[in-house]
């Protein structure tokens, strides 16, 4: 008897997990410009929960994880869609329109790669670092083939380091929302007669958790930024240009760095993500033009080589670009557009279609090549944005009336493209989790586009609701209830280069000055390679030169930990197991820290409070001190609990 695999109940489990995740992945990218995959851990829930019934199969775990998946990925649309309030055209994220935009884009991602999963998956030597640790998670929680026994116990015991993880991380993130303990640490001092800087260290769990999934190499290059950010720049320019009477030295620094630093770490990240789409170029085409070649090939009744049929293909992209049409018209003609409405769903729709369908197989292969998680997925909105922008001028000439409303047109079409980018980013990882496990491609390809539409139900809610609480970096947050936006790195770099492009606005002395740090980055890592050394990404120096002390520092803190603990591990009777273990209590902090600050947006919103569940004064004395006790105990703890687990002989 076959197992089973596309059930109703493995839909409805992914989904809520998709829920969840998403919403965790669309604050923590919002705070640090970073989401994290969902994949692994949803698979662990999923073994864990559907472990009670009989019937269930290594398969239908396999369904689980691919609809979550969608979590990590579709929420990456924040990279892009927060720029249309940034620039200050919507105060909020209209649902319907945010939804389609989500669900034409993610499922255009999903039907573009199905013509390349027989040459990029099926006879592919592209390693797919998260799509096999994904299957060896299957494999090892769910014993044989066709069975979830959890001989080994990995399931109950990963579900317990989620749960525990989240907990924690939520716990203190609570007790900071009471005011008992302080959330961060910082302060601004001078350096000499004229210059200054300053420090801000966030005491934040799920940042740490985040440094733990990315690495030593990732957490040094952010340090590094930082260090160019703080260390540097920041104390050179506020000594060319000293303080205006009456502004205080906080408000001095913070200037400085906020409207000419950041654009620094805006010409490094740029230099960055375009070289390594360079440097990607030659395997990604050679990959993709045997691909054509191989996707030629005919339709099999194997039902772990079938896809989604052809017909299905075409009624599918027909409707995402019908959709896409329709969304472009109704934007354009709502603005004073409308009178070139017509002509620019003209270039729209062709846009969508061609240039999400290249970007489709570029990330696609970029993914199989170095992970979903390494892809250089901001890169892509870069050039998605400049070539955006450049296009419709051709159709529209840029005045003071209409300049506005181009930027946000040109922000509304690449978000589709966007979307596209970010789902087709994971899909070929999902297919070759589905192959190692001999899924059916076909089942799999209608979970994903289940998890794209529970994914982009969820979206708007959240964005809606961390507008309304906290704003964005650069928007005019007018009716938000505090006063400490979110960074939204990307969308708001995304929204500065579509305003250049269209507006000629942009900080060019910074941006030019950061793009020379980011070829000798460039340069810098080549030669670390070459003497095989630990890397410094650029692009993470460029996000530690553009993000906030406080989104960055526990990020670094947790790559070291990180580092600390793999060495441990290989000590351990079974390093693999331990390694999981770190990871999935990695992501649980993720999970908490985050769901408690979209749920904390809620109260913020209800009670038009700041501070909704603050029990002290915000100067309470000890607040700092337990502040820092809270951090250092919780990561006592939790990497304590890791390391006897792990030697625990099994």
Known sequence: MKPKELTLRSLILGALITTVFTAANVYLGLKVGLTFASSIPAA??????????????????????????????????????????????????????????????????????????????????????????????????????????????????????????????????????????????????????????????????????????????????????????????????????????????????????????????????????????????????GGLVSTLVASRAVATADDTDRDIPPMWIYVLTALCLAISAYLAYTFAKSTVLAPSALSLTLIAVPFVLIVGFIIAGVCGYMAGLIGASNSPISGVGILSIVICASVIMLAVSPTVDNRQALVAFALFVTAIVFACATISNDNLQDLKTGQLVGASPMRQQIALIVGVAAGASVIPFVLNLLAKAYGFAGAPNLDVVTANPLPAPQATLISALAQGVIGGSLEWKMLGIGAAVGVGLVILDAALGAMKKLRIPPLAVGIGIYLPMSATFAVIVGAVISHWYDGRSRSMPNPDRAQRLGTLVASGLIVGESIWGVINAGLIVGFSKDAPIALVPEDFALAPWLGVIGFVGSIVWLYGWMLRRSAAVR
């Not at 769990?205 to 190499?217: E, I, N, P, T, Y």
Request: include cysteine; proline fraction near 3%; charge should be neutral.
């Open 44 to 285: 662990v829930i999923s073994m864990a929960i559907l472990s009670a019934f009989k019937d269930s199969s290594i398969l239908e775990n396999n369904i689980v994880q691919t609809v979550a998946s969608a979590a990590g990925t579709l929420s990456a649309i924040i990279f892009v869609l927060p720029g249309l309030v940034i620039v200050g055209y919507w105060t909020g994220f209209p649902f319907w329109q945010s939804f389609l935009i989500c669900l034409s884009g993610g499922v255009l991602g999903v039907v573009f790669t199905i013509p390349l999963r027989r040459a990029l998956v099926t006879t592919s030597d592209l390693p797919y670092p998260e799509g096999v640790a994904a299957a060896e998670v299957l494999k090892v929680g769910s014993g044989t083939r066709g069975e979830t026994k959890d001989e080994t116990g990995e399931a109950k015991e990963g579900l317990r380091a989620v749960i525990f993880g989240s907990v924690v991380s939520a716990g203190l993130a609570i007790v900071t929302a009471t005011r008992i303990a302080a959330a961060e640490l910082n302060g601004f001092f001078h350096i000499g007669a004229t210059a200054s800087s300053g420090y801000n260290l966030a005491w934040s769990l799920a940042l740490l958790g985040a440094g733990h999934l990315v690495g030593l190499s990732v957490g040094m290059a952010m340090l590094v930024g930082q260090v160019i950010s703080w260390v540097i720049a920041v104390p050179w320019l506020t000594s060319m240009q000293p303080a205006d009477v009456g502004q205080t030295l906080a408000a001095h620094t913070t200037v400085i760095w906020r409207t000419q630093v950041r654009f620094i770490g805006a010409g490094t990240i740029a230099v960055a993500a375009v070289y390594t789409l360079i440097r990607l170029a030659k395997p990604v085409m």
